[in-house]
Protein backbone atom coordinates (compact mmCIF):
# COMPACT_ATOMS: atom_id res chain seq x y z
CA UNK A 1 0.00 0.00 0.00
CA UNK A 2 1.13 3.54 -0.57
CA UNK A 3 1.32 5.74 2.22
CA UNK A 4 3.48 8.84 1.01
CA UNK A 5 3.13 10.31 -2.89
CA UNK A 6 6.24 12.27 -3.59
CA UNK A 7 5.49 14.85 -6.60
CA UNK A 8 7.53 17.07 -8.84
CA UNK A 9 5.77 20.57 -9.71
CA UNK A 10 6.73 21.99 -12.86
CA UNK A 11 5.91 19.37 -16.06
CA UNK A 12 4.25 17.01 -13.27
CA UNK A 13 1.48 18.38 -11.76
CA UNK A 14 1.76 22.05 -13.30
CA UNK A 15 1.59 22.80 -16.88
CA UNK A 16 3.76 25.03 -19.21
CA UNK A 17 0.68 27.42 -18.35
CA UNK A 18 1.90 27.52 -14.56
CA UNK A 19 -1.10 25.83 -13.04
CA UNK A 20 -3.12 22.59 -12.07
CA UNK A 21 -5.32 21.24 -14.06
CA UNK A 22 -9.26 20.51 -11.71
CA UNK A 23 -8.69 16.56 -12.26
CA UNK A 24 -5.14 16.98 -11.01
CA UNK A 25 -6.36 18.87 -7.73
CA UNK A 26 -9.10 16.80 -7.18
CA UNK A 27 -7.04 13.70 -7.16
CA UNK A 28 -4.66 15.08 -4.98
CA UNK A 29 -7.08 16.74 -2.36
CA UNK A 30 -8.73 12.91 -2.21
CA UNK A 31 -5.73 11.82 -1.75
CA UNK A 32 -4.89 13.80 1.41
CA UNK A 33 -8.40 12.91 2.88
CA UNK A 34 -7.51 9.34 2.43
CA UNK A 35 -4.46 9.75 4.70
CA UNK A 36 -1.89 9.31 1.89
CA UNK A 37 0.97 12.11 2.80
CA UNK A 38 1.72 13.96 -0.66
CA UNK A 39 4.56 15.71 -0.55
CA UNK A 40 5.83 18.19 -3.27
CA UNK A 41 9.59 18.11 -4.09
CA UNK A 42 10.84 21.19 -6.71
CA UNK A 43 14.12 23.18 -6.92
CA UNK A 44 11.45 25.93 -6.60
CA UNK A 45 11.88 28.59 -3.46
CA UNK A 46 9.71 27.56 -0.54
CA UNK A 47 7.86 31.10 -0.55
CA UNK A 48 6.89 29.95 -4.24
CA UNK A 49 5.87 26.33 -3.30
CA UNK A 50 3.65 27.04 -0.19
CA UNK A 51 0.61 28.78 -2.56
CA UNK A 52 0.53 26.13 -4.57
CA UNK A 53 0.53 22.98 -2.01
CA UNK A 54 -1.80 25.60 -0.16
CA UNK A 55 -4.15 25.57 -3.50
CA UNK A 56 -3.80 21.65 -3.38
CA UNK A 57 -4.89 21.47 0.02
CA UNK A 58 -1.59 19.92 1.59
CA UNK A 59 -0.64 19.30 4.81
CA UNK A 60 2.76 17.74 4.74
CA UNK A 61 6.16 19.50 4.99
CA UNK A 62 7.11 20.88 1.21
CA UNK A 63 10.97 19.79 -0.10
CA UNK A 64 12.10 22.74 -1.60
CA UNK A 65 15.78 23.57 -3.16
CA UNK A 66 16.59 20.16 -5.11
CA UNK A 67 16.21 18.92 -1.50
CA UNK A 68 18.21 21.05 0.49
CA UNK A 69 15.58 22.57 2.29
CA UNK A 70 12.35 21.00 4.08
CA UNK A 71 9.83 23.20 5.41
CA UNK A 72 6.61 22.74 7.67
CA UNK A 73 3.67 23.81 5.23
CA UNK A 74 2.95 26.91 6.60
CA UNK A 75 4.58 30.35 6.40
CA UNK A 76 6.18 30.04 9.84
CA UNK A 77 6.96 26.33 9.53
CA UNK A 78 9.66 24.86 11.06
CA UNK A 79 12.49 24.14 9.25
CA UNK A 80 12.89 20.76 9.09
CA UNK A 81 16.11 20.14 7.06
CA UNK A 82 18.58 22.77 5.47
CA UNK A 83 21.70 22.41 3.42
CA UNK A 84 23.76 25.30 2.11
CA UNK A 85 26.29 25.74 -0.88
CA UNK A 86 29.47 26.64 1.28
CA UNK A 87 30.29 30.21 0.68
CA UNK A 88 33.85 29.70 -0.52
CA UNK A 89 32.33 27.58 -3.54
CA UNK A 90 29.31 30.17 -4.14
CA UNK A 91 31.84 32.64 -5.01
CA UNK A 92 33.91 30.65 -7.31
CA UNK A 93 30.70 29.43 -8.82
CA UNK A 94 29.37 33.12 -9.43
CA UNK A 95 32.72 34.33 -11.05
CA UNK A 96 32.19 31.44 -13.88
CA UNK A 97 28.94 32.17 -14.72
CA UNK A 98 30.47 35.79 -15.15
CA UNK A 99 33.02 34.44 -17.57
CA UNK A 100 30.44 32.74 -19.29
CA UNK A 101 27.92 35.83 -19.78
CA UNK A 102 24.95 32.85 -18.00
CA UNK A 103 22.41 34.74 -15.90
CA UNK A 104 22.60 33.63 -12.05
CA UNK A 105 20.17 34.30 -9.73
CA UNK A 106 21.55 33.61 -6.14
CA UNK A 107 18.81 32.04 -3.21
CA UNK A 108 19.71 33.54 0.34
CA UNK A 109 17.76 32.67 3.45
CA UNK A 110 15.20 31.06 0.74
CA UNK A 111 15.65 35.09 -0.93
CA UNK A 112 16.31 35.61 -4.57
CA UNK A 113 19.39 37.82 -4.82
CA UNK A 114 20.96 39.12 -8.53
CA UNK A 115 23.31 41.58 -9.98
CA UNK A 116 21.59 41.72 -13.09
CA UNK A 117 18.11 43.09 -13.57
CA UNK A 118 17.46 41.85 -17.04
CA UNK A 119 14.31 40.58 -19.15
CA UNK A 120 15.35 37.15 -17.99
CA UNK A 121 14.87 37.63 -13.84
CA UNK A 122 12.14 39.69 -14.82
CA UNK A 123 10.36 36.85 -17.18
CA UNK A 124 11.38 34.34 -14.24
CA UNK A 125 9.97 36.11 -11.32
CA UNK A 126 6.71 36.84 -13.33
CA UNK A 127 5.95 33.19 -14.02
CA UNK A 128 6.01 32.26 -10.29
CA UNK A 129 5.17 35.06 -8.82
CA UNK A 130 7.99 35.86 -6.68
CA UNK A 131 10.03 38.91 -5.81
CA UNK A 132 14.17 39.85 -6.20
CA UNK A 133 16.39 42.20 -4.83
CA UNK A 134 19.08 43.30 -7.62
CA UNK A 135 22.50 44.45 -5.57
CA UNK A 136 25.26 46.11 -7.21
CA UNK A 137 27.58 42.84 -6.55
CA UNK A 138 27.91 39.92 -5.00
CA UNK A 139 31.51 41.00 -4.09
CA UNK A 140 30.39 43.28 -1.42
CA UNK A 141 28.42 40.89 0.15
CA UNK A 142 28.53 38.35 2.58
CA UNK A 143 27.45 34.64 1.09
CA UNK A 144 25.48 33.17 4.13
CA UNK A 145 22.62 30.29 4.09
CA UNK A 146 22.73 30.12 0.42
CA UNK A 147 19.72 27.60 -0.69
CA UNK A 148 21.20 26.91 -4.57
CA UNK A 149 22.66 28.79 -7.56
CA UNK A 150 20.93 28.88 -10.57
CA UNK A 151 22.33 29.72 -13.61
CA UNK A 152 20.04 30.53 -16.53
CA UNK A 153 20.33 30.83 -20.52
CA UNK A 154 18.55 30.52 -23.65
CA UNK A 155 21.04 28.58 -25.29
CA UNK A 156 21.19 24.78 -24.27
CA UNK A 157 23.99 23.96 -25.19
CA UNK A 158 25.59 26.87 -23.14
CA UNK A 159 24.02 25.00 -19.47
CA UNK A 160 24.58 21.74 -21.17
CA UNK A 161 28.58 23.09 -21.12
CA UNK A 162 28.14 25.04 -18.02
CA UNK A 163 26.75 21.78 -16.53
CA UNK A 164 29.47 19.53 -17.21
CA UNK A 165 32.50 21.99 -16.92
CA UNK A 166 31.03 23.00 -12.94
CA UNK A 167 30.33 18.88 -12.47
CA UNK A 168 34.23 18.75 -13.72
CA UNK A 169 35.30 21.44 -11.33
CA UNK A 170 33.27 20.37 -8.09
CA UNK A 171 32.73 16.11 -8.56
CA UNK A 172 32.61 15.48 -4.95
CA UNK A 173 31.23 19.04 -3.70
CA UNK A 174 28.43 20.13 -5.28
CA UNK A 175 25.39 18.51 -6.67
CA UNK A 176 24.98 20.47 -10.05
CA UNK A 177 22.00 18.98 -12.59
CA UNK A 178 19.89 20.51 -15.42
CA UNK A 179 16.30 21.10 -14.02
CA UNK A 180 14.93 22.56 -17.04
CA UNK A 181 16.91 22.55 -20.91
CA UNK A 182 17.59 26.38 -20.44
CA UNK A 183 18.10 25.80 -15.98
CA UNK A 184 21.63 24.17 -13.95
CA UNK A 185 20.97 24.44 -10.87
CA UNK A 186 24.09 24.33 -8.07
CA UNK A 187 23.45 23.24 -4.80
CA UNK A 188 24.87 21.09 -1.75
CA UNK A 189 26.06 17.81 -2.31
CA UNK A 190 23.65 16.47 -0.12
CA UNK A 191 20.69 18.44 -1.18
CA UNK A 192 18.90 15.61 -3.78
CA UNK A 193 15.43 15.11 -3.33
CA UNK A 194 16.09 11.49 -3.45
CA UNK A 195 18.05 12.09 0.03
CA UNK A 196 15.04 14.59 1.12
CA UNK A 197 12.42 12.04 0.59
CA UNK A 198 14.59 9.21 2.41
CA UNK A 199 15.05 12.01 5.47
CA UNK A 200 11.11 12.23 5.90
CA UNK A 201 9.91 8.39 5.11
CA UNK A 202 12.19 7.96 8.25
CA UNK A 203 10.60 10.36 10.19
CA UNK A 204 7.23 8.86 9.41
CA UNK A 205 8.67 4.95 9.53
CA UNK A 206 7.44 4.66 6.26
CA UNK A 207 9.22 2.02 3.87
CA UNK A 208 10.77 2.42 0.73
CA UNK A 209 7.86 0.01 -0.82
CA UNK A 210 5.33 2.17 0.54
CA UNK A 211 6.85 5.40 -1.44
CA UNK A 212 5.65 6.82 -4.78
CA UNK A 213 7.01 8.92 -6.98
CA UNK A 214 6.44 11.09 -9.88
CA UNK A 215 8.76 13.32 -12.19
CA UNK A 216 9.47 14.63 -15.26
CA UNK A 217 13.56 15.72 -15.35
CA UNK A 218 16.67 14.61 -14.68
CA UNK A 219 16.41 16.46 -11.41
CA UNK A 220 14.15 14.03 -10.42
CA UNK A 221 16.43 10.88 -11.12
CA UNK A 222 16.96 10.43 -7.13
CA UNK A 223 14.20 10.96 -6.29
CA UNK A 224 12.60 7.90 -8.07
CA UNK A 225 15.28 6.36 -6.89
CA UNK A 226 14.18 7.00 -3.61
CA UNK A 227 10.79 5.06 -4.69
CA UNK A 228 9.10 1.60 -4.38
CA UNK A 229 7.57 2.69 -7.41
CA UNK A 230 8.99 5.49 -9.89
CA UNK A 231 6.98 6.91 -12.25
CA UNK A 232 8.15 9.29 -15.49
CA UNK A 233 6.15 11.15 -17.11
CA UNK A 234 5.19 11.15 -20.91
CA UNK A 235 7.06 14.61 -21.15
CA UNK A 236 9.66 13.55 -19.40
CA UNK A 237 13.42 13.14 -20.17
CA UNK A 238 14.76 10.10 -21.76
CA UNK A 239 17.37 9.72 -18.85
CA UNK A 240 14.24 10.05 -16.39
CA UNK A 241 12.44 7.11 -18.62
CA UNK A 242 14.78 4.46 -18.32
CA UNK A 243 15.31 4.28 -14.47
CA UNK A 244 10.98 4.68 -14.09
CA UNK A 245 9.16 1.12 -13.41
CA UNK A 246 6.31 3.22 -15.33
CA UNK A 247 5.68 5.95 -17.87
CA UNK A 248 2.27 7.73 -17.79
CA UNK A 249 0.82 10.12 -19.83
CA UNK A 250 1.87 13.52 -20.21
CA UNK A 251 0.99 16.70 -17.81
CA UNK A 252 -1.42 18.09 -20.36
CA UNK A 253 -3.08 14.86 -20.48
CA UNK A 254 -3.39 14.50 -16.37
CA UNK A 255 -0.34 12.20 -16.35
CA UNK A 256 -0.58 12.20 -12.31
CA UNK A 257 -4.10 11.29 -12.44
CA UNK A 258 -3.61 8.03 -14.49
CA UNK A 259 -0.74 7.15 -12.16
CA UNK A 260 -2.27 7.81 -9.20
CA UNK A 261 -5.13 5.70 -10.56
CA UNK A 262 -3.07 2.55 -11.17
CA UNK A 263 -0.81 2.17 -8.08
CA UNK A 264 -2.46 4.32 -5.19
CA UNK A 265 -6.49 3.97 -5.72
CA UNK A 266 -6.45 0.32 -6.29
CA UNK A 267 -4.51 -0.21 -2.83
CA UNK A 268 -6.51 2.39 -0.40
Same mark, same amino acid.
Given at each position: ????????????????????????????????????????????? +???????????????????????????????????????????????????????????????????????????????????????????? +????????????????????????????????????????????? +???????????????????????????????????????????????????????????????????????????????? +?????I
Amino acid at each position: MIKMLVLDIDGTIYRKNFSASPAVIETLRSLVKDGIKVVLATGRM +FCATLPIAEEIGLKEPVICYQGGYIKECRKNGKILLQKNVPENQAREIIEILRKHEIHCNVYIDDGLVVEDDNETIKRYTDERNVRYKVIES +FDDMKLENINKILAIDTDTEKIKKIQQELSDKYPDDLYIIRSTPH +FCEISNKDATKGNAIRYLAKLWNIKKEEIMAVGDQDNDIEMLKAAGIAVAMGNGTEELKKIADYVTDTVDNDGVVKAVNK +FVKETI
